[in-house]
């Protein structure tokens, strides 16, 4: 018999998002955010590094935006797994410094120094683990984070990659609108169809999730890439700057400065007038000062062909799903923005419900990651939570289609094996092409990655023997294996298509990362000794007041006290073994005690026994 004294590590769960990012975790109570340094709980996604290399994230970095703009980085997530090609469209919209060499795998230009995404991304997490970790006061080195159920599986591979650098191990990543649909324990309906609309700060998206027997699937995923909050900032500010011109006699336009304190002016006004009817914009700006008041009914009509922009998308993606609005059971907000009055009742008005709001918008996807952590780590039994993959995933055959290995759908993790032969006579390679998507010809969908099997035995057309095997974890990422059955020879990669990290800059940058890592374990490891004896201390005393405690003998008592004495001797020692060995003492002398105080415990229970 041993007491538990509850020593097993927290996981935590993370929403890495493109404005903000936020940890989470979950108590006897229910899940909760964790707060940063400064009290606040949501951490601008915003990364500045100095010079000396020294780097600040989240509200300090936002400050630096105005005055270090060519060292700050902000909305990182929208590089996340892509290549060059892929974010044509961000750059003419975002003033990413982008590092030549950039045509193989991205790389920000930070002074002399170069950053990928997922580099950048890691120190966000960084400064999220280390608010974990001063908040519980013990090292934090598990994590779940979440994902937009868009996101392909280089963006996720990449996220894991983030994840890795930080020097966490993720252990899940989940959809950002399934952790929503748990914050509100929508799980527990076993089944159901929920619509998720997350409005955020730069980006909206749209899923529509079906729910059987506990497990979710992704039906449908739609939105876009570049509307949100900051929408509706720059139509302010814009009002805001022709009435400064006009009041100050200044265009402020080109002033980056004086354009920043105009935003947050704005801002400020905006947020407020999701709970107000009426707010001043208000700013005093060298020497000069401007007020004006706006009435939400102004607001609404300014922002309505914002808020319409999300009604298409909603609709295609209910389209898309085979569902009618009728048939959604659950509406879920998510996002900042959706605090926008007008925005509730644009969703309630389309989905004919009224929409989940109770919990706060920005902070339900790290809530729910935080249930899937603890679902993860054990501390909540009885409950069984999957993904499926959202699309099927094959490999082009002869003629160029698609034959499907995985169809959309199967529950992850998922495996499947398949034969196949050559084409050509003597044919001495075979190029595996993965694609994924619904369609039957290659060319109509997604390719993810090609790879060349080279070296089989020469054979007749049709005679040779190719397993191909796929392999999906539970992240959703893929694992592709081809085998000459002849030959034994094998290639496989993890697919991750050409403009991913390789395993090579990804093991250096960890290496960089754990530059002082025996160091850092020396110290984690004499801090978890700390930790447990703590906790042995914390019950000992507890169980001093229990009625057991009195039934033992005096040498029992002594030999109990004693122990305690010399743990707490070796306590602050820089010695784990030595804590470790006195924390094993005194569970020892507290065995006989732990035994008694649960059977008083049963013999209580069975007094209280009616029949
Ligand atoms: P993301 O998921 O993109 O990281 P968030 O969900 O944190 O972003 O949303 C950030 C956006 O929400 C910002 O544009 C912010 O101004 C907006 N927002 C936050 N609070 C309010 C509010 N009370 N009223 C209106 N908009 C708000
Ligand atoms: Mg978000």
Redesign the pocket.
Known sequence: MNIDFGTTEKVIGI?L?????LAAFLDLTGPKIIPGADGDK?VP?VVSISPSGEVVVGNAARELLITQPGRTVYSVKRLMGRGLDDIQEELKLFPFHLASGSESVLQLQIGDRTYTPPEISALILRQLKQNAEAYFGEPVSKAVITVPAYFNDAQRQATKDAGRIAGLEVLRLVNEPTAASLAYGLDKRENGTIAVY??????FDISILKLHDGIFEVLATNGDTHL???D??NLLLRIALEDVQGEWGEDLAGDSEGVQRVRRAV?QA??????VPFTDISLEYRGNKYQREIQRELFDKLIAPIVDRTLGPCRDCIKDAGVTPEQIDEVVM????T??PLVRTAVENLFRSKPHTELN??EV?ALGAAVQAAILSGDVADKLLLDVTPLSLGIETMGGVVSKLIHRNSTIPASATESFTTGVDGQRNVLIHVVQGERELVKDNRSLARFDLKDIDPMPAGLARIEVRFLIDANGILNVTARDLRTGKEHSIDVKPSYGLTDEQVEKMIQESFEKAEQDFQERQVREARVEADTILAAVEKARRHDAYFELSDDERSAMDRAINELLLVYHSEDHHLILNKNEQLNQVTMKLAENMMNTAVRGALKGTKI
């Open positions: 929403d998002g493109t404005t903000n990012s949501l996604s997350d409005l955020g700060g730069g980006t949100g909050g900051d509706i900032d801002i905006k947020e407020r007038l999701s709970f998510v996002g900042g923005s605090r926008i918008p920005d996807v």
